[in-house]
């Protein structure tokens, strides 16, 4: 699960790791970042792409780590408290897309109106 806050710039890191627990070298990859309400929607909320730095960031491919950033704008339009569906899915040079973590995403409403 992953706990965010509502109208707030965060960033979270992700390594990305294999069945046996070893990181997945993703030169070459892209990583891809969706949410969405219910799983069978087709429109995401949130849908971030490695293939601009400013929404993912591969920042040591070798290691499988990566950033993912969220920005107001992205969770700007819940007004309720809930939780929601996401997943992160790995395309290789090669096209094979494979998800990778897939999870509850919790989004909680600021307190402060800063």
């Known amino acids: 699960m992953i706990k965010l806050y509502s109208n707030r710039h965060q960033t979270f890191e992700v390594q990305i790791l294999d069945a046996s627990n070893k990181p997945v070298n993703l030169t070459g990859c892209t990583v891809y970042f969706t949410a969405k309400s219910k799983e069978t929607d087709t429109t995401p909320f949130i849908f971030k792409s ?8 591969i920042i040591n491919a070798e290691k499988g780590l990566l950033e993912i950033y969220i ?44």
């Open 71 to 114: 920005v107001p704008s992205d969770t700007a339009s819940l007004k309720r408290q809930s939780s929601y569906y996401f997943d992160i899915t790995v395309k290789t040079a090669d096209n094979k897309v494979y998800t990778v973590y897939k999870d509850i995403l919790v989004i909680e409403l600021s307190v402060s109106n800063i």
């Open 50 to 57: 490695s293939l601009n730095e400013n929404q993912i960031k």
